[in-house]
């Protein structure tokens, strides 16, 4: 506090010099900063503050910046590569690089092999998009709805979470006029009670489109009433599409067709 | 002032010189080892992965420093790692830095393709031996944990409602695209992979971003230190560091497993 008062007092005197005297010039406002001790300890203490400060973060910018890379001046040098042309009428060379050309031909072909030249289909479920292939061509693309990524949670301990699973599948099962057997999820979702298993409210007709294909584990691709929601994740985990790119996509894959989805 | 006084005054004055020199010592030794750390992860990686010469064929030697043959071997081991990644039925990425495309795959098949917009490779995986590189390549590398500026599953929690009357239906979902993407992917042999966004990004966005770099390189900072502490010399981790539009970088995140793989073509 007395501290404070006397700076207080300092800066006061060296404002009305500065007022009534100010033909002296600097010259006077250096000397009385100087004569004030008190000023010098608080100046002081402040540039030791700042030099600390800009230290500190000097050495924290050089650990975590420059050190990186100097690391990388401390890595070698690239390695050098050539076309060694003495080696072009070497027997051994070219032996090995026969060798090697052939065992690249086996496992190109091995690695094209896993591409089917059968019908299949690509669902995007990040962008909510499709991508139908015939003999390893694209010939249809479009929108589709897939999970939304929701959990819904009960009062209780049950929760259920909707998402459309990732990896390779493969067609199991086509329908026609499919019905929806509504599961448990689907009344608790609307504030509704569960049913029995067998109690007609299950069961929900033309909700599905024209056509379901199955692809395991209760997973569907089929139609929708909501196509306004096409190319939004909004859905239990089944994949949704357009009437026409449904039956599209009915057509072309068969049972045993690949899925896949990413 | 007495003797005793001095003396107690120059100790004062002692203490934060000898925690200065103290310091100063650590912080050379820290850079000491933090510039070693680099060749040890070279010659970590010469002993585990150099391709051991069969007695009966030995490989001319010639033959690691021809660029055709070289990049025989490399293409060799991106296949090698591709079809070992085909064989299961999970998302897998793909990165060739050869013709820079980043694809993702399903057993085997191609699902989405991504241009890099930028490549940036620590000099650790272009100063090695090739042929050592290529056999540490010829492996899918397992991703062991990531870091990222997304969430991997945007999960929402609806609690269900009690009765028909707090049910809302249509509820169309927020797709809006307002986070950077910014992601570290490491893997089990120590190579991280960092992806940024192409699209430049606004200001909001910038300072989240630093921040995230700065939290990954005090992260790498702490390691480090932790290692050194213990006279240990800290684990270098070479990088490969690549730029995709923002679109794509977000597909890649989000498809591929935690635990999923990754074949690269240096």
Redesign the interface.
């Known amino acids: 506090m007395e501290n404070d008062n006397l700076r207080d007092k300092a800066l006061n005197n060296i404002n009305v010099n500065v007022l009534t005297n100010s033909g002296s010039g600097s010259q006077d406002i250096f000397n009385k900063i100087l004569q004030n001790e008190k000023l010098l300890i608080y100046l002081r203490i402040t540039l030791i503050g700042i030099g600390s400060t800009l230290a500190v973060i000097l050495i924290f910018a050089f650990f975590l910046y420059a050190l990186p890379g100097l690391q990388q001046l401390s890595s070698g040098s690239k390695a050098k590569l050539s076309k060694v042309s003495e080696l072009l009428d070497d027997q051994a060379y070219r032996k090995q690089t026969s060798l090697m050309q052939k065992e690249l031909h086996q496992l190109s072909r091995k690695y094209s092999s896993f591409t089917s030249g059968l019908s299949y289909v690509v669902i995007n479920t990040i962008d909510n998009r499709f991508l139908l292939y015939r003999n390893k061509k694209m010939i249809r693309e479009g929108f589709c709805s897939s999970g939304s990524y929701t959990m819904l949670k009960t009062q209780g301990e049950k929760k259920w979470i909707f998402k459309t699973p990732k990896g390779k599948y493969w067609i199991r099962g086509k329908t026609t006029s499919p019905v929806w057997r509504r599961p448990d999820w689907a009344f608790v979702e609307e504030g509704l009670p569960v049913p029995s298993d067998n109690d007609p409210s299950r069961w929900e007709y033309g909700v599905l489109g024209d056509y379901a294909m199955s692809i395991g584990d209760g997973y569907l691709i089929h139609g929708t009433l909501y196509k306004r929601f096409l190319g939004m994740p909004v859905t239990h985990g089944c994949v949704r599409l357009n009437d026409e790119d449904l039956e599209a996509i009915y057509n072309t894959l068969s049972i045993g067709s690949k899925v896949y989805i990413f | 002032m007495d003797n005793k006084e001095l003396t107690e005054k120059s100790g004062n004055r002692r203490i934060p010189l000898v925690l200065a020199s103290f310091a100063g010592v650590f912080?050379v030794y820290?850079?000491i080892m933090?510039?070693?750390?680099?060749?040890k992860k070279?010659s970590a990686i010469r002993s585990e992965y150099a391709i051991q010469p069969s007695e009966q064929n030995p490989?001319?030697k010639?033959?690691y420093?021809?660029?055709?043959?070289?990049g025989?071997?490399k293409?060799?081991s991106f296949?090698?790692a591709?079809?070992a990644m085909?064989e299961t039925?999970?998302?897998s990425l793909a990165l060739n830095l050869a013709d820079s495309t980043a694809n993702?795959e399903?057993?085997?098949?191609?699902?989405?393709s991504a241009r890099m917009t930028g490549i940036r490779i620590?000099?650790?995986l272009?100063?090695?031996?090739?042929e050592t590189i290529c056999s540490m390549l010829s492996r899918p590398l397992n991703i062991v944990r990531d870091f990222a500026t997304i969430k991997k599953?945007?999960?929402?929690?609806?609690?269900?409602?009690?009765?028909?009357?707090?049910?809302k239906?249509?509820v169309?979902?927020d797709?809006s695209d307002y986070e950077p993407v910014n992601y570290i992917l490491e893997t089990d042999s120590g190579l991280r992979i960092i992806v940024y966004q192409s699209e430049e990004v606004n200001p909001s966005d910038k300072r989240r971003l630093f921040f995230f770099d700065?939290n990954d390189?005090?992260r790498?900072?702490w390691s480090a230190l932790k290692d050194v502490a213990v006279f240990k010399i800290p684990d270098?981790k070479p990088y490969i560091r690549i730029r995709l539009p923002k679109?794509d970088a977000?597909?890649i995140y989000?498809?591929i497993?935690r635990k999923g793989q990754v074949a690269v073509y240096i």
Do not use: C
Not at chain 2, 34 to 39: E, K
Not at chain 2, 106 to 112: A, D, E, L
Not at chain 2, 126 to 130: A, E, H, I, R
């Open positions: 912080i820290f850079i933090s510039m070693i750390s680099p060749g070279l490989p001319d010639r033959l420093s021809d660029s055709a043959y070289i025989m071997l293409e060799k296949l090698k591709k079809i085909a039925d999970s998302v993702l399903i057993s085997g098949v191609r699902v989405h620590s000099k650790i272009l100063s090695g031996n090739p599953e945007p999960l929402m929690i609806k609690m269900a409602p009690k009765d028909t009357s707090e049910f239906p249509d169309i979902p797709t700065l390189r005090f790498t900072l270098y679109a977000k597909v989000r498809a497993p």
